[in-house]
């Protein structure tokens, strides 16, 4: 049987860099630290994400910023390897970055230079690739015996580091969420976060016909101290709306709950619009509406509430709310979301009252970690995930 120090499963964000912080701070103490993943090459989705460019970080990461059951749980691990910690690497290997919008940091050039500065680091732990991690159980001596594709390997050290079910196609399984469950820990019900929602027909009639249609909108969701609300943009799309706006309303939005859109941020259109009937009547709906929407979605709203062709002077003040509350508060009930296939995390996991803050281990499993998506603290779209796969590695790497 095969033996060794640590263990970390799945060549991911947080394994890798798990393996890399490991490395960087015992160096030849160490000892013997394997990393495998079942895939053929290690770290796919930073390969694809941020459009092949990785959103590595964002510069304004706080707690607030993520999902979780429990708020304040991300809080340590976040302050312990902040986004500059994570620029400093990215500097010091010679990769030029850039911030696109709302302190979103990308790489110039390729997703592939981040895997390449992981895998530099983590240079003297063992990476083993096409080998899949089938279960772990403790050893009565201490330790732990991992069955895998490929035989049992004890380890003293487990680092559980497999992701979440977003996209199969790449590789997510929920191991992790096995694991954690043999171990007597219990789970946030994972599901589907930053995905595109999908719409009832009524919804998707006006949708499609202005498919490739991008604004800028406030998406909100909830009310009171719960209410959530991202400004960013809206695509409207064949499957109904999708874009930033949605991606990110998403991780809040639960089956059977609605989402307010406001297609005019900062306008309050019915004061407008009473204003505008007061000094040129004679305008279409349509055109007027065109004054704080593109053309071909003032058309689509003027045409549904039966105002195409007519004139703002005919108007009365009830059609005029009418107007300005379906673009100020477009009320919409998603039937759903497009699932594990097209989304980019797993909001929920792994239940993270049962995890030490300051190191991702399980209080009551000495040598057992869980990092990265598979445990419950999920970011905003922008860089945010990464930042927690790199933030809770840090905090493992640093305990083991
Ligand atoms: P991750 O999923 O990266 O790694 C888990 C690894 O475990 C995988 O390599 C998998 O093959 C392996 N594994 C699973 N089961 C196994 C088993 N049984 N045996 C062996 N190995 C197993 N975030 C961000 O901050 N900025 C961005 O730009 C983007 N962009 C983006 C685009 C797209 C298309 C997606 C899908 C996602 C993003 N994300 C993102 C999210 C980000 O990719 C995600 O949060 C991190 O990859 C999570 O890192 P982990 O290491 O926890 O899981």
Redesign the pocket.
């Known amino acids: 049987m095969e033996q060794v120090d640590t263990v970390i ?7 890798l860099f798990c393996a890399g912080t490991i490395l960087e701070l015992l160096s030849e103490r160490a000892g013997r630290v394997l990393i ?4 053929r090459a ?5 390969r ?3 459009g092949g460019r ?3 970080t964002n510069l304004a990461t706080a707690p607030d910023r993520f999902v979780s059951a429990n708020p304040r749980f991300a809080a340590s691990a976040l302050a312990g390897f902040r986004p500059a910690d994570f620029v400093a690497l990215v500097d010091r290997a010679g990769i030029a970055w850039h911030e696109k919008t709302l302190g979103q940091l990308f790489c110039d050039g390729s997703a592939r230079q981040i895997i390449d500065l992981l895998l530099h680091r983590m240079r003297g732990a063992e990476l083993r690739l096409g ?4 279960g772990v159980e403790p050893e009565p001596e201490g330790g732990f015996r991992i069955a895998t594709s490929q035989g049992v390997i004890t380890a003293q050290q487990v680092v559980v ?4 079910k ?2 199969p196609k ?4 929920g ?2 969420y096995d694991i954690a469950t043999r171990f007597g820990l219990s789970l946030i019900e994972p599901r589907a976060g930053l995905v595109p929602l999908t719409f009832a027909q009524q919804d998707l009639d006006l949708c499609r016909p202005l498919a490739g249609l991008s604004v800028s909108a406030e998406v909100s969701h909830g009310a009171g101290r719960s209410r959530s609300r991202f400004r960013d943009g809206l695509l409207f799309t064949h499957r109904g709306l999708s874009g930033p706006a949605i991606l990110q309303i998403s991780n809040f939005w639960r089956a059977g709950e609605q989402i307010i859109v406001d297609l005019a941020p900062d306008t309050d259109l019915a004061a407008e619009l009473r204003a505008l009937r007061g000094e040129s009547g004679r305008v279409a709906v349509a055109t007027a509406l065109a004054r704080w929407l593109p053309a071909r979605l003032a058309d689509a709203i003027a045409a549904e509430t039966g105002s195409d062709g007519a004139r703002l002077a005919d108007q009365n003040n009830a059609v005029l709310d009418r107007l300005a509350a379906r673009v100020n508060r477009w009320t919409l009930r998603p039937v759903g979301s497009e699932g594990w296939r097209t ?3 797993t909001v929920g996991g792994v239940d993270t009252r049962a995890l030490d803050s300051r190191t991702m281990q399980v209080k009551s499993i000495p040598g057992l970690y869980f ?4 445990v419950d603290v999920t ?1 905003w779209l ?8 790199w933030a809770s590695a840090h905090a493992a790497g640093k305990a083991i």
């Open positions: 499963l799945g060549a991911g964000a947080a394994g495998l993943d079942h895939a290690p770290g796919e989705k930073i694809i994400s941020g990785c959103n590595f080998i899949t991690a089938e580091a497999t992701g979440g977003s996209i790449m590789g997510a399984t191991i992790g989304a980019e995390v990092i990265g998506e598979v970011g922008g860089g945010y995930n990464f930042q927690w796969a």
